[in-house]
């Protein structure tokens, strides 16, 4: 749809991710063996046809930037379009994503795009946004909101409250009404109004100024009926992390007619020792194992020893577990290393969480 | 533009030793290790040793290798900077013809490479599995001061009828040549790889190419030629592995040694790695009742059976109380339950129906399960050989 372009706004994402953010922004949190949670944001606008990206990339991008590149493994690498990084800068105004869109306002003008689709990075799903876009512009609306009946609450989400029609008649932080997902349609007149009367208010976020203005607007929800994940804390993405190792939901993220794309790496195969024992786990390529591993996710170019034990844990890339040591409830980050001596043991509840290169700069200096 | 050195890759060959393996796509484009191709082991070489530019010559089934190659960015070729150039037969104002032999392959691309007015060009096979940084042999051809210089790797006595065999005298130099001997003198074998002065080889090509009773190949009628008139013919020794897997057996045995480990696919002495087109597969998954021992498995599998000592292409499925053992599985296929396998070889896409039982003892070759195949076999009833 060339008629819309893409904004992933990562000014708007939550952060309770305690080490999983040290160093890198939400986005590019490491999720599913394989994905950045930004894959799933950026395979959704492809889903829809969307060649025109633009993602505000905010605060901590070097890993996201690192991952991203030129777009070329999600074919965004074109001469016209494709993706736009828009780096934060020291005058932006912290925590305003309305001075966000303000000071690269030439990127989003020049789009002939006359409808924006914003999104941020937490709302976790493998689909195509068409059928809402189809909505939006036929029903002529100014803002169509990404809405789910889920019943689970979540602190500090936006409700959408709507008629059976669907126009929205209030938007609010409490919970009465739908939840919205983070994923929403503007027009791109709309947005320049809104940004222009945010300037005569003291709103620094986008939503602010829609919660008290949607009602001078066509506004519409859209409710969102497939399964997702939304997470805002480690213990909510640990949680949502094991939901995957049902078979079911596993399927149903990685649909076999939606392919997700993610960065391309250059693992060889996974290979299995002669004694392996793997059972009721997510593996990514480049692992070597040869230890016990169970209800698990493992990602990429992980070793795992003889003699090593793997439970109810997610141990990000390039870990290595020695021979003899002892893993349950914990997510162990990138590059650690766990020698054979070490007992890590958390709670289902609030699992240990291992943080970047843990070991690693001790050994070395 | 002038280069130092041409790389022209042979990619054209049919493998019909490789039965069904070859049936609908050309040899190097036959999936090997549970990711690549065979053509990814020399492509990945040319680029790492930096051998640009390469032209790969396609023939047989040539769009197999085209698609795989793309662009041929997998690798960090660029089709813009001329690096990498794909050289199917073409028609010009003598009409067109179909490449007659592997000599010939390069008489009719004479034009390719004098483009580059270069001093030698390397000729590679794209059929062999193996590690090679190709400036070596390249700095044994200009320190020997050689015409020509053959690659060549010791194989086991037995296996020596496959190979072009050579004999050498102590300072490198060949002297004499047998093609496919029934009874060796030497186990030394041409592993196809070969250094030519370009202006040299250019002379005996349009020689060979007036010469209506040759076969235009390199084994055959060059290099013999060369020999007999006294060119300066030398043998590089290569250490390390070196596999062609020309037959069935040899393709299944060289995936039992990657198993073992004798051929990794990041080669930690000279730092090579081996490159491929990714294909976006989801994780791989292990389920309630899989069991996996001694064996490689890629993107996009799930499993819930038994699998010892094999290697699985991405998407494969197994499901529950099936047993594959010594096998290796391409891209996209389906076990069902109870399955037995051993020493089977399934392609792509293939079905296998539960209860189905196979198992190839030790002495007969390595069976290759096709559609075609279990069709015919449920036709006559069961599956339990």
């Known amino acids: ?365 | 533009m002038k280069k130092e050195c041409v790389t022209m890759l042979l990619a054209g060959g049919v493998g019909k030793r490789l039965g069904k393996l070859t049936s609908n796509i050309a040899k190097p484009a036959v999936p090997f290790g549970g990711k690549y191709r065979i053509i990814d082991f020399a492509l990945s070489n040319c680029m790492q040793s930096n051998m640009t530019p390469v032209g790969v010559v396609t023939q047989y089934q040539a769009h197999t290798i085209h698609q795989h190659i793309g662009s041929g960015n997998a690798w960090g070729f660029d089709h813009s900077k001329n690096k990498l150039t794909l050289l199917s037969p073409f028609t010009n104002v003598n009409g067109g013809e179909w490449y007659e032999g592997t000599a010939d392959a390069i008489t009719k691309n004479i034009d390719y490479i004098d483009q580059f007015q270069p001093e030698y060009v390397l000729i590679l096979s794209g059929d062999h599995i193996y590690h090679m940084d190709y400036n070596k042999l390249i700095a044994h051809h200009k320190n020997m001061q050689a015409d020509v210089t053959i690659s060549a790797i010791h194989v086991p006595w037995e296996d020596t009828r496959r190979f072009g065999i050579i004999h050498r005298n102590t300072q490198f130099e060949i002297t004499e040549f047998e093609e496919k001997p029934m009874h060796a003198k030497s186990n030394l074998a041409s592993m196809g790889i070969y250094v030519f002065n370009w202006d040299i080889l250019k002379e005996y090509l349009n020689k060979d190419n007036e010469n209506i009773n040759s076969n235009h190949d390199f084994g055959k009628d060059i290099l013999p030629k060369m020999l007999q008139q006294n060119k300066k013919l030398y043998v590089f020794p290569f250490q390390g592995y070196w596999k062609d897997v020309g037959t069935i057996e040899s393709y299944w045995e060289a995936h039992m040694e990657l198993l073992d480990g004798e051929f990794t696919e990041f080669n930690q002495d000279s730092h090579l790695f081996t490159y491929t087109q990714n294909l976006d597969f989801p994780p791989h998954q292990i389920m309630e009742g899989g069991h996996v021992t001694k064996s490689i498995v890629n993107d996009g599998c799930t499993i819930a059976g038994i699998i010892q000592n094999s290697v699985l292409f991405e998407n494969v499925h197994v499901n529950k109380y099936s047993t594959i053992s010594q096998s290796v599985i391409h891209q996209g296929a389906t076990i069902g339950r109870y399955v037995d396998l051993e020493r089977v070889i399934i392609q792509e896409n293939v079905i296998i129906p539960d209860y189905t039982s196979i198992k190839v003892p030790v002495t007969e070759e390595p069976l290759i399960l096709t559609n075609e195949y279990i069709l015919a076999e449920q036709k006559v009833g069961g599956l339990n050989i």
Request: proline share 1%; aromatic share 10%.
């Open chain 1, 1 to 365: 749809m060339s008629k819309v372009m893409g904004i992933i706004n990562l000014m708007t994402d939550r952060d309770d991710f305690s080490s999983l953010t040290n160093d890198r922004c939400v986005a590019a949190i490491p999720f599913a063996s394989n994905y950045r949670f930004i894959d799933f944001t950026l395979n959704n606008f492809i889903h829809s046809e969307i060649n025109e990206i633009a993602i505000f990339t905010h605060t901590k991008s070097r890993s996201l930037l690192n991952y991203l590149g030129s777009g070329l493994d999600w074919g965004l690498n074109t001469y016209k379009k494709g993706l736009y990084i828009l780096p934060s800068s020291p005058d932006i105004i912290q925590q305003s994503d309305i001075d966000y869109f303000i000071k690269n306002w030439d990127c989003i003008e020049k789009s002939n795009a006359e409808h924006l689709l914003i999104s941020g990075s937490t709302f976790i799903t493998n689909t195509s946004y068409q059928s809402m876009m189809e909505q939006h512009i036929s029903n002529n609306n100014d803002m169509t909101f990404l809405v789910t009946n889920d019943t689970q609450k979540r602190s500090n989400s936006i409700s959408v409250m709507s008629d059976v029609n669907g126009k929205v008649k209030e938007i609010s932080y409490h919970h009465n009404g739908a939840l919205f997902t983070g994923v929403y349609m503007i027009k791109k007149e709309c947005l320049i109004q809104l940004i222009k009367k945010a300037k005569l208010t003291s709103c620094k976020q986008l939503i602010d100024v829609i919660i008290t203005e949607f009602k001078q607007y066509n506004t519409e929800s859209y409710v969102y009926v497939d399964e997702y994940y939304y997470m805002d804390s480690s213990t909510q993405y640990y949680h949502c992390s094991m939901l995957l190792l049902n078979r079911n939901n596993y399927q149903n993220l990685m649909k076999k007619n939606e392919i997700i794309k993610s960065k391309e790496s250059h693992y060889s195969p996974t290979k299995y020792g002669k004694n392996a024992t793997v059972c009721n786990s997510l593996l990514g390529s480049g692992c070597q194992l040869d230890g016990s591993i169970d209800h698990s996710i493992l990602f990429q170019g992980i070793t795992i020893e003889k003699g090593a034990t793997i439970k109810n844990s997610i141990i990000f890339d390039h870990c290595l577990i020695k021979s003899g040591a002892y893993i349950e409830n914990a997510i162990v980050d990138k590059h650690s290393f766990i020698s054979s001596k070490e007992t890590i043991i958390g709670s289902i509840k609030s699992p240990i969480l291992i943080a970047k290169q843990t070991n690693k700069l001790s050994s070395v200096m």
